[in-house]
């Protein structure tokens, strides 16, 4: 088994298992999971049980914020609700500030907010009565309470919903309450299970900054499927597949690494298509073409090289650009979305 484990997991990912194992007590990380581990039981299914989260260790340091990305079916909300104690682990470990969630559940929930995949909220309160609600169960004084629930109802943006029920909110409204539910009394780690999901655009980009101003005041953990929303926010993200943890690292680490290189883009007229991609290939022997439209758009993919660079391929266009006679291209380096798509489809 360990065999195959190693072939799954990146050396990065290898790397932290290492050092999160090599701890004997709880290690100075803010949030470490060590093996952590979850089993559901299934009655229809006639093996009995389904392998959600797979030996996880991971640990996060004060002031990061981690994205745990990956497909539906991944194993993201069990590992939240894992850590968040808010389902009992099969095998494993977790910690928080190093307290154990199991042991010292009581002291970790007092420090952490958490905000689940479902808006955890009731039809018929309002957003008001509902931070109410949460702020007397964290223990704040009902003295303290309008003016913090102001404070939440303004940076959140439901000020004006304030005194609605959350039963007539669209599904960003209810996602920004669930979010002020879980900053109510300064946590010192969030947990935000895709935070985003169902806004449109707009609200989603504010959302994000929302997230942004939180991150730098605590640890902030998240669940996203949107490769676009952990460049935006996360310094660290672990790809997830099946279970377990396939990749780690910042987005430029995961892009110099599993990135497919470069994408070049070139717009000219169709009958100068024959020079250029003689062009290409004497200059770029390992450019695979990918797209080749009658409009005049050709584009090519190019593997990562030791010699290649952005700037040896923009020097080599602009210095050809004339004499092929290239309306316009542009060079981009491949984007996350393709790493992620290129790793969460390994499993298969
Ligand atoms: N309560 C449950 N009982 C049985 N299986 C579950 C339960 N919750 C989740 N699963 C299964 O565990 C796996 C991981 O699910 P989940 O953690 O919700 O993934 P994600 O949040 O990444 O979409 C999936 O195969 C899912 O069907
Ligand atoms: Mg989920």
């Given at each position: 088994e360990r065999r195959e484990r190693d072939m799954k997991e990146d050396v990065d990912v290898v790397e932290e298992r290492k050092r999160i194992l090599g701890f004997l007590g709880s290690s100075k990380d803010f949030v470490c999971v060590r093996n952590l581990t979850k089993r559901y039981k299934t009655k229809g299914n006639s093996r009995g049980s389904i392998l959600a989260v797979d030996k996880l260790c991971l640990g996060i340091p004060q002031g990061q914020c981690f994205g745990f990305l990956g497909v539906n079916g991944a194993g993201k909300t069990t590992?939240?609700?894992?850590?968040?104690?808010d389902i009992d682990s099969s095998y494993g470990n977790a910690y928080v500030m190093g307290m154990d969630v199991v042991t010292q559940k009581t002291e970790v929930r007092k420090r952490m907010g958490y905000c689940p995949q479902f808006d955890p909220l009731f039809d018929r309160m309002t957003a008001r009565e509902h931070l109410w609600m949460y702020a007397r169960i964290r223990g704040i004084h009902k003295e303290d309470i309008p003016e913090k629930t102001n404070r939440l109802l303004e940076t959140v943006g439901l000020t004006i919903y304030a005194d609605i029920?959350?039963?007539?909110?669209?599904?960003?409204?209810?996602?920004k309450l669930s979010l002020a539910l879980a900053l109510i009394g300064e946590?010192?780690?969030?947990?935000l299970d895709e935070p985003s999901s169902g806004m449109d655009p707009v609200s989603r980009r504010f959302m994000w900054d929302v997230i942004a101003e939180v991150s730098t005041k605590c640890c902030v953990i998240l669940t996203t499927h949107s490769m676009e929303e952990c460049e935006a926010l996360c310094s660290r993200i672990g790809i997830m597949v099946s279970g377990t943890l396939r990749c780690l690292g910042s987005v430029q680490h995961l892009k110099a690494r599993f990135g497919k290189g470069y994408n070049l883009e070139a717009k000219l007229s169709p009958e100068k298509f024959e020079r250029f991609e003689t062009f290409i290939h004497g200059h770029f022997a390992d450019a695979i073409q990918v797209e080749k439209l009658s409009n005049g758009i050709l584009r090519y993919e190019m593997p990562r090289t030791k010699s290649l660079s952005l700037a040896s391929i923009f020097g080599l266009m602009e210095k050809n650009k004339g004499v092929l006679e290239i309306r316009d291209y542009s060079v981009s380096q491949s984007s996350l979305e393709q790493v992620f798509i290129q790793i969460a489809q390994q499993d298969d």
């Amino acid at each position: 088994e360990r065999r195959e484990r190693d072939m799954k997991e990146d050396v990065d990912v290898v790397e932290e298992r290492k050092r999160i194992l090599g701890f004997l007590g709880s290690s100075k990380d803010f949030v470490c999971v060590r093996n952590l581990t979850k089993r559901y039981k299934t009655k229809g299914n006639s093996r009995g049980s389904i392998l959600a989260v797979d030996k996880l260790c991971l640990g996060i340091p004060q002031g990061q914020c981690f994205g745990f990305l990956g497909v539906n079916g991944a194993g993201k909300t069990t590992t939240l609700k894992m850590i968040t104690g808010d389902i009992d682990s099969s095998y494993g470990n977790a910690y928080v500030m190093g307290m154990d969630v199991v042991t010292q559940k009581t002291e970790v929930r007092k420090r952490m907010g958490y905000c689940p995949q479902f808006d955890p909220l009731f039809d018929r309160m309002t957003a008001r009565e509902h931070l109410w609600m949460y702020a007397r169960i964290r223990g704040i004084h009902k003295e303290d309470i309008p003016e913090k629930t102001n404070r939440l109802l303004e940076t959140v943006g439901l000020t004006i919903y304030a005194d609605i029920p959350a039963g007539t909110y669209s599904g960003g409204n209810k996602r920004k309450l669930s979010l002020a539910l879980a900053l109510i009394g300064e946590p010192s780690v969030v947990f935000l299970d895709e935070p985003s999901s169902g806004m449109d655009p707009v609200s989603r980009r504010f959302m994000w900054d929302v997230i942004a101003e939180v991150s730098t005041k605590c640890c902030v953990i998240l669940t996203t499927h949107s490769m676009e929303e952990c460049e935006a926010l996360c310094s660290r993200i672990g790809i997830m597949v099946s279970g377990t943890l396939r990749c780690l690292g910042s987005v430029q680490h995961l892009k110099a690494r599993f990135g497919k290189g470069y994408n070049l883009e070139a717009k000219l007229s169709p009958e100068k298509f024959e020079r250029f991609e003689t062009f290409i290939h004497g200059h770029f022997a390992d450019a695979i073409q990918v797209e080749k439209l009658s409009n005049g758009i050709l584009r090519y993919e190019m593997p990562r090289t030791k010699s290649l660079s952005l700037a040896s391929i923009f020097g080599l266009m602009e210095k050809n650009k004339g004499v092929l006679e290239i309306r316009d291209y542009s060079v981009s380096q491949s984007s996350l979305e393709q790493v992620f798509i290129q790793i969460a489809q390994q499993d298969d």
